[in-house]
Structure formats: structure tokens, C-alpha cells
């Protein structure tokens, strides 16, 4: 359920472990959970959110640091379980809170991470893990289980406490036959059951789904018939960090003698960090640069670009809009080889609209076989909650649907519903004597990232910014006299795409006139307060008379 009525938490028990998700519930992106436990916080995962349509100009969505403003330093670390936007993107911003917090994460995740803070001039403390390591960070013991997922180095970590222990899954499925034969060690998760799990936070992207999630080589026919049967140039579309998609990409290249060169300043930076540590297996000669391609006949290129989610900024996009230097035509087949993220579809629609619009042949999930999810389906979670039979479940990563799904399966499985919560960010989960409970809220809102500055967008702004896209706006600029409150003159009206006609305000006059007549009589001279009253009777009068709410930005000059 919702929890809009809880107020700010009480002082956490001595023997007490909170749990506070700063993102990732409700949502799929901005994964966030941060553990407090004998005045020490554990943060896991630190990622962004991609904008949706009704946030123009956004360029990501961060976390809410409120919480832990004043508690910097308690901060004793940050686990990544694995090297996806959503779980490491926001960590530059979290550095730059305080830099030397110890970033702690697999060998493949730091190397991402590692270019990313680089471009933002920060050099991390980091500690690297693998599967099988444990690491003390204050009076957190952590332990590093692998986990299979559509990255390498995926890993899921069990942290010790005084007050109980907490199984955090990061993102997992449960692929038998992995590209790197690296697959979800429930060896791990069986004697971490056995040692006894109070508190199991489990991925919960894929709830809804019935049964398995299909493996990753399930995907190499589908993948081999664009490569047999497109006659000129192949472009892929894959997120930046899709390291196994990518693999089976450039092993079909291989097969059909085509080159490959990558496009995009993210695309080229991951994809040469994970062939330089031995993750990318690219067999020499087969990856050019893009200016090269030119000398090649079209049957022999690929291009592998970002642009998956219809992101305006991405080289896929520029595409479709004729805003790249690759020119997208007849001939041309594109795959887009990433699952579509919810709330992008519109997006992504367009995309693939003006590919085809061009003469390219998209293949994408609705008509191919050309992705499988990185997240475990029911029957793996429930395989999971019968093997490690935790004492209470928090569902992380999904949206309601997806939370709420994943109780049900907990519940299924025959946990006390009493045991399992299902939680907004922002709400306070407390573990102690053995059970959760919820006791309060703190601020967890969404912090944008707009033109390189952080927090200056926000709510209101933006929804200023949606009103200036579909309704319009008029400046009103109103002479009025100090002594008497009224108009001077007629006012000016200047409107934007609200129409051509002069004249289109004109019958606003009245509704200005009354509004300034009222302030008079009330006493009310100042120019702030009969700007907003002017702001509301023009805004007023328009959405009687013209069925329309523009913005409104009303200019009084005193006479």
C-alpha cells in the first residue's frame, strides 16, 4: 500500500537495522537503498532515472540526498551490483557530496564507473570484489554472491549486521547457459538461507511474467537471420553497457563477414573498457572506425549505436531525424536489441517510425525474437524464496505492479503477509528482534539534471515547460496607475502559439480591469500581488473563452 500519512521516522533502537530505498520502487530506474545500523550507513546502488515524455529538457533523474545530508560522513560505502545506468549513473553526483566515500564493486563495474567519474574530474576511492568475498564497512560484514544478468560481473550482496542480515539481490535471472558460463550461484543462496536471511530485498522487474526467463543464446537465431537476410548496412541499438547482447552481435558479424564500428561517445568508452578486461571477446580486425566505413560496400558494415529508448540525444535518434552524420536509407535493416523500458514507448514509436519513414527495416522485440530480459520471471523467484526461506521480504526494483506481484509470489510461498512490505521511496523500513516493520517517511523526490546543473528544474518548472509545449504562452504587460489602481492604457499582449491574431486577448481587458478594481478595494498595491492576480483572471479567461491554458506571465509597471 501507499504511506502518504507517515510523518518523519522515530530514532532507530540500538539493536535495530533501517532499511530507506531512495528510488528504484515505484519506478525502474534510480536504484537506491541505503542501510543504517549503530549510527553507520551502507548504501547499495546509486543510479538514474531516464525522463519520460511529460519531462522535456530533463537530461536524467537522480536520487533525493536529503536523507542523508549531515550524515555524510556515516556514509562507510557504496556496493554496485552491477554496472547498468540505473544502479551506477548517479554516483558522480553522490561523490560529489563527499569524495571519498569507498566505492566497492566487481571488476567490470568499476572500470565503468571509473571512465564516467573521470569525465566529471573525480577520482574514487574504490575496493574491488568478486563472488565468494567478504568486507567489512563499519558494523556491516558483506558477503558477495554472483549473479547471472544481461551484464557481466552481476552480484548480489548478503550484509551482517548485530540486528539480522539482508539478502539485496541487484538485478538477476537465472540463465542455466550463460555467454560467460557465469551463472546465479544458488549454491550461495541455499547456505545463506540456511544461516537464516531476516530481511530478503529482491528484483522485481519480471514478477509478472509466469514462468522462466529464456536464455541469452536463445536469441543467436533470431540475431543470425537479420545478419542473413539484410542486404545493405545492420544497425544495432543496445544500451552503452549490454555487454552479452553486444557479444552475440559481433559473433554474427563475424559469421556473415561484415565489419563492425561502434557510434556513440558511451557505446565506444564501455565497449573498449570491457574488450581491454577480457569481457568483450572481439577477434582482430572486425571492429573499425566509423569513418571508415565509407570505403566498405554496405553488406559489409554494422554499426552498434545507443538510441534503444528513443533517448532524443542518442545517436539513434539523430537517425531517425536526419541529425547524424549516418544517413539511415533504403536498404538499411535496424535492430533494436534492448527491452523498452516503461513509459518510452511513444518514443520509441516515433523512432521506428521515421527509420521506416527512410526506407530501413526495424526489427525490434514486437516483431522478432531479438531480446530477452535480464531480470528473473515468477518461477525463478519463487524457486528463490523456497531455497533461501527469508524470514520478511521487501520487493525492490519495479514498478507497483511489479512490487506488488512480487509479494503476492512471497506470499505464495507460504511467508507471512504480516512479513512482506511493499513500500513508496522514501519510507522507512525498520528490522528489529527479527521483524520489519514500517516507521515513517523521509524525502525521497525526484532531483533533475537539466543542461549539466542539478536541482534547478522542478516540479513547477516543469510543468511550465509542458504548458509552453501544448498550450501556449502570453505575456501580459499592464501600465497601472500607483494612486488609483487602474489601467493607464490597454495592456499588451504578446502570445505564443496560441494563435496569429492581434486581436486574440483583447477581451481579457475586462477580467484585468476587475481583477485590479478588487485589489484597489481591498487595499492591495503591490505590483508582485497584482501580477498574480492579473495572471489568474487572464488565465481564467482564456480557458473560458478559447478553451485553452497557456502560461500566463504578467508585467505590471507602476505609472
Known amino acids: 500500500m501507499s504511506h502518504p500519512e507517515l510523518k518523519a521516522p522515530p530514532a532507530l533502537p540500538r539493536n535495530g537495522l533501517r532499511v530507506v530505498a531512495l528510488g528504484g520502487l515505484g519506478e525502474v530506474g534510480r536504484n537506491m537503498a541505503v542501510l543504517e545500523h549503530r549510527g553507520k550507513l551502507l548504501i547499495i546502488d546509486c543510479g538514474v532515472l531516464f525522463p519520460e515524455e511529460h519531462q522535456p529538457g530533463v537530461d536524467v533523474i537522480l536520487p533525493d540526498f536529503s536523507f542523508l545530508r549531515g550524515r555524510w560522513q556515516d556514509v562507510v560505502g557504496v556496493v554496485l551490483t552491477h554496472g547498468h545506468e540505473d544502479h551506477i549513473g548517479a ?322 510461498t507460504g511467508i507471512d503477509p504480516e512479513r512482506v512490505v511493499v513500500v513508496d521511496d522514501g519510507v522507512v523500513v525498520d528490522l528489529v528482534d527479527g521483524k520489519i516493520k514500517v516507521t515513517g517517511k523521509v524525502r525521497a523526490g525526484y532531483v533533475y539534471v537539466s543542461a549539466g546543473t542539478v536541482g534547478d528544474v522542478t516540479e513547477e518548472s516543469l510543468r511550465d515547460r509542458v504548458t509552453l509545449s501544448q498550450e501556449g504562452t502570453v505575456t501580459v504587460v499592464a501600465l497601472v496607475d500607483a494612486d488609483t489602481g487602474k489601467l493607464t492604457e490597454q495592456p499588451d499582449f504578446l502570445a505564443r502559439g496560441l494563435g496569429t491574431a492581434e486581436t486574440l486577448f483583447d477581451g481579457a481587458v475586462p477580467a484585468i480591469e476587475s481583477a485590479l478594481a478588487e485589489a484597489a478595494a481591498q487595499g492591495v498595491s503591490d505590483p508582485q500581488e497584482l501580477e498574480k492576480r492579473i495572471g489568474r483572471a487572464v488565465t481564467r479567461w482564456a480557458g473560458r473563452k478559447h478553451r485553452r491554458n497557456p502560461l500566463v506571465v504578467p508585467v505590471v509597471i507602476e505609472a
Open 91 to 412: 554516483v558522480p553526483y553522490l561523490l560529489k557530496e563527499r569524495g571519498d566515500i569507498p566505492v566497492i564493486g566487481s571488476r567490470l563495474t568499476l572500470a565503468f564507473i571509473e571512465a564516467k567519474l573521470k569525465e566529471h574530474r573525480i577520482k574514487p576511492k574504490t575496493r574491488q570484489v568478486k563472488e565468494g568475498d567478504r568486507l567489512p564497512l563499519g558494523p556491516f560484514d558483506c558477503e558477495f554472491v554472483a549473479v547471472n544478468h544481461s551484464i557481466p560481473d552481476g552480484l548480489a550482496v548478503f550484509v551482517r549486521t548485530a540486528a539480522g542480515t539482508v539478502l539485496h539481490t541487484g538485478d538477476f535471472k537465472m540463465d542455466q547457459f550463460p555467454l560467460d558460463d557465469r551463472i546465479t550461484d544458488l549454491r550461495a543462496f541455499a547456505r545463506l538461507g540456511e544461516e537464516g536471511v531476516d530481511l530478503f530485498m529482491t528484483d522485481s522487474t519480471n514478477a509478472e511474467v509466469p514462468g522462466f526467463t529464456i536464455g541469452e543464446k536463445d536469441l543467436a537465431p533470431a540475431i543470425d537471420t537479420v545478419f542473413r537476410t539484410a542486404p545493405g548496412r545492420i544497425v544495432v541499438s543496445s544500451f552503452a553497457s549490454h555487454v552479452h547482447r553486444i557479444q552475440q552481435v559481433l559473433d554474427a558479424a563475424v559469421a556473415h563477414k561484415r565489419k563492425v564500428a561502434f557510434v556513440g561517445r558511451s557505446m565506444v568508452r564501455n565497449m573498449g573498457i570491457a574488450q581491454e578486461l577480457g569481457y568483450l571477446k572481439v577477434p582482430k580486425g572486425l571492429v573499425v572506425e566509423a569513418r571508415d566505413l565509407d570505403r566498405l560496400a554496405p553488406h559489409q558494415v554494422t554499426l552498434v549505436c545507443t538510441g534503444s529508448q528513443g533517448e532524443p540525444m542518442a545517436a539513434l535518434s539523430r537517425m531517425a531525424n536526419r541529425d547524424h552524420q549516418i544517413t539511415i536509407g533504403e536498404g538499411d535493416t535496424v535492430l533494436l536489441a534492448s527491452s523498452l523500458i516503461p513509459g518510452n514507448e511513444n518514443a520509441v514509436s516515433r523512432i521506428i517510425n521515421g527509420l521506416t519513414r527512410w526506407g530501413a527495416k526495424v526489427v525490434h522485440q514486437g516483431n522478432a525474437k531479438v531480446h530477452v530480459s535480464g531480470h528473473a520471471s515468477a518461477g525463478e523467484l519463487v524457486y528463490c524464496y523456497n531455497i533461501v526461506q527469508p524470514r520478511n521480504v521487501m520487493p525492490v526494483h519495479g514498478e507497483w505492479r511489479h512490487l506488488r506481484a512480487n509479494a503476492d509470489l512471497a506470499i505464495a
